[in-house]
């Protein structure tokens, strides 16, 4: 289904309701600018009578130093970049909406979450951690997945990951792990990877890493999109009611679109292809009304339960397996509009997770409590100055009002003679507001703190391998396999070979026999049984943690192309369109140039890209279209080179009348994901039940003698 096409078109009446409320023609905001049908002028409101030339002494004379005009607008571009994210440079935003389930309130009195008639406004930013802006989106990288929520009682910014777990345990290693990570000092290499020594350096000598480190290293860490991504709070943090009841609570997103992953040749080809990938992806899924929805869960531990687990809650490099603790659903977000402008909304948008709002509180994690701090620091520099929260992106949607005053980019003009409280000569305006079971003000909870001041780590942080090693077993037979594959390229990319011997004698070794066994033979790296920990505990395994356990129920929002080539017959045009409708899928006819191609008939066929700039990586299936035309084809090195990708990447194919023979001629093993037939028709719910599975994963041994 394409932009273009009406509502009508498109699945029931949500669809016009959804196109309808991605209308950027209606004005949303008083500050959002439309220059339609308005007088170009300076800054000052002087209309300009010349926008191509600058002011000179005569028709080949000098610039003259009186042109305000041209000095103005040479001063701004001069000053249009700010300095990028320190870590999650590269990002891209959207708007939506939040709306919470019935019944929350015994957990939490947060307006937001227990008005379930109100939907809350958000603003959501992806984001990869190590590249620049401008880096590629499909790298191997934990993804960021920051909420802002503009609520009736303040910002409330749930600034996510899509990995439950982090790298290190104490705020204090932060720019550590990150100086290891980000492109090396001396050379500035590698850009949006972490296939490089000092990374590995720093993850081999800090075995609290091991657990984030397989997440990124798994499918995780190259996820299909943004759509299909799962995002966590990753710290333990508190909720608290009306009676001022206090439990713990862990945050979990999950995609209504399910969950899929790229495969690795495939991430790495569109890293060049096509580096807006996701970007792109998310953009475009909302112009054609296929709006995103997570929803939101939870994991809710009692007050009186916090130490009853082998690990510590407060530790965040550990999760709370779903066995222990379920994930119940308290509400769901639907990102339903696109930015504007890049720079104003995503660029601008400051996160921080000390913007709470009464009803949830911190928990004592010390990652946690390093990032309280962090946030707000980073965007005085970033944003320069501190009323980055005037910014229309960052603004409260509720008054907010106080007496600090003045500072760069100050946008409020604030009236009345007293700046300070308590005051007698504004009525003591603004006033405190007392906390309450609702509307009232912020209020801490009163956690009993009794300890000696002291830097140590607490011995409850200290068990590293655990639960490395119960997601290690928990990832199906390809997921397992795709870990091995990723930790053997990253180390492969390392030089120094002590670096490597260590991850696998002091991490791989830790976490499961076979893993270090497989990952040591490829690099070559001896390893001695006995330097295999001698008394593994019992194997189990945690289901959720496995993608596989995020199929989705259909295939909306997918992509799919057709590949079409001249004297293409008509029979099955109108059955392919009519499934796309049906599935809401969306497709693009792909011809060998960007000009419409013709039928048998002589007809023309619109051209929505041509194949060789619209790669079999950019879609989740094939169709090859019937028709008079094998040969050529055939003497077609895109075209084949397509077929021979899009199966090399485990994707469903179909191929349709005399495109049979293509399996024959480029040496394609028939499978269960490459449907032939005459008709379409015959092949569309088995075709459709592939993709819903995502990749044909018995076809991966096969593929892999397949060259790239
Ligand atoms: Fe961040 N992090 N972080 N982080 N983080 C930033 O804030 C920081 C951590 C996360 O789309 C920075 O505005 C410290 C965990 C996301 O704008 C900075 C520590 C999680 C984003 C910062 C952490 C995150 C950031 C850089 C350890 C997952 C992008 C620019 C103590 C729960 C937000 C900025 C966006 C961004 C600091 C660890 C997620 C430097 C000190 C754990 C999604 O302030």
């Known amino acids: 289904m394409k932009k273009d096409q009406q509502p ?16 950027k023609s209606v004005q949303l905001d008083p500050y959002r600018s439309d220059a339609t049908q308005q007088a170009l002028t300076t800054n000052q409101g002087v209309k300009i009578a010349d926008n191509q030339n600058s002011l000179r002494a005569g028709i080949r004379g000098a610039t ?33 909406y939040f709306e919470a389930y019935p019944g929350n309130e015994k957990y939490t009195k947060a307006h937001f979450l227990t008005t379930p008639e109100h939907k ?7 984001s990869t951690v190590q590249g620049p802006r401008g880096s590629a989106d499909t790298v191997r990288d934990i993804r960021g997945f920051a909420i802002k929520f503009y609520t009736q009682e303040g910002i409330y910014d749930m600034v996510c990951n899509n990995a439950p777990v982090f790298f290190i345990q104490d705020g204090m290693k932060f720019p550590d792990f990150v100086h290891a990570l980000k492109p090396e000092p001396d050379t500035e290499i590698p850009t949006g990877a972490s296939a490089h020594d ?10 609290e890493s091991s657990h984030a480190v397989i997440w990124a290293i798994s499918d995780r860490g190259i996820p299909k999109n943004f759509r299909s991504m799962q995002g966590f709070g990753v710290h333990t943090y508190r909720f608290i009611n009306a009676e001022n009841k206090s439990v713990f609570v862990k945050f979990h997103w999950t995609p209504k679109q399910g969950m899929a992953a790229l495969v690795w040749d495939e991430a790495q080809k569109i890293a060049g292809k096509d580096p807006d990938y996701h970007r792109r992806d998310l953009y475009q899924a909302i112009e054609n009304g296929f709006y995103p929805e997570w929803e939101l869960g939870v994991q809710i531990v009692e007050q009186e339960d916090e130490m009853s687990f082998d690990f510590d809650l407060l530790d965040p490099t550990k999760l709370i397996p779903e066995e222990l603790v379920p994930v119940i659903p308290i509400g769901r977000m639907v990102l339903n509009r696109n930015i504007d402008n890049f720079f104003d909304e995503t660029e601008q948008v400051a996160f921080c997770p000390a913007h709470i709002v009464p009803g949830i509180d911190f928990t004592n994690d010390p990652l946690l409590q390093a990032r309280i701090f962090s946030y707000t620091d980073t965007q005085l520099s970033r944003l320069g100055g501190p009323n980055f929260h005037q910014l229309p992106i960052n603004q409260a949607v509720c008054p907010f009002h106080n007496n600090q005053r003045d500072g760069i980019h100050q946008s409020r003009v604030h009236r009345g003679q007293a700046a300070y409280q308590p005051n007698s000569i504004d009525n003591d305006w603004p006033r405190e507001t007392p906390p309450a079971a609702k509307g009232g003000g912020f209020e801490s909870y009163q956690e009993r703190i009794d300890g000696h001041k002291i830097r140590q780590r607490s011995p409850s942080f200290s068990d590293h391998f655990s639960q490395v090693r ?20 990253e180390l492969s990319k390392v030089q120094r070979k002590p670096i490597r011997e260590r991850v696998v004698h002091n991490m791989l070794a830790n976490i499961d026999a076979n893993l270090a066994k497989m990952v040591a033979d490829k690099l070559g790296i ?7 920990p001698p008394d593994l505990p019992e194997e189990k395994t945690s289901a959720k943690l496995s993608m596989t356990a995020f199929l989705p129920p259909n295939i909306e929002g997918r992509k799919i192309a057709v590949l079409v080539h001249p004297h293409a017959a008509t029979d099955n045009i109108e059955p392919i369109h009519q499934w796309a409708l049906k599935e809401n899928v969306m497709l693009d006819f792909l011809t060998p140039t960007p000009a419409p191609t013709t039928t048998i008939e002589d007809d023309m066929i619109p051209s929505d890209g041509m194949q060789q700039a619209e790669p079999s990586v950019l ?4 169709i090859v279209l019937d028709g008079n035309n094998l040969d050529a084809f055939k003497r077609d090195g895109v075209a084949c080179h397509y077929v021979i990708e899009a199966y090399k990447h485990l994707k469903p194919v179909v191929l349709l009348g005399d495109k049979a023979e293509l399996l024959e001629h480029l040496r394609l093993p028939p499978d269960e994901g490459v449907f032939s037939d005459a008709s379409f028709q015959n092949v569309a719910e088995g075709f459709k039940e592939a993709i819903r599975h995502n990749r044909v994963w018995a076809r991966e041994a096969i593929a892999e003698s397949i060259p790239a």
């Open 120 to 126: 809350t406004p958000v603003f959501v930013r992806f």
């Open 526 to 532: 001896a390893l001695d049984e006995s330097q295999l």
């Open 64 to 96: 003259l130093l009186e042109d305000f005009i041209f000095h103005e607008k040479m001063t701004h571009f001069d000053h249009e970049r700010i300095p990028e994210r320190i870590v999650h440079a590269r990002g891209t935003g959207a708007h939506g």
């Open 619 to 622: 879609y989740d299936a094939v």
């Open 470 to 489: 119960l997601y290690f077993k928990s990832l199906s037979l390809p997921e397992q396999k795709h870990v091995v594959d990723a930790y053997v390229f």
């Open 8 to 23: 009508s078109e498109m699945a029931g009446a949500d669809a016009a309701n959804r196109q309808n409320s991605n209308d």
């Open 198 to 207: 000092t990374f590995w350096d720093f993850v081999s000598l800090v075995p």
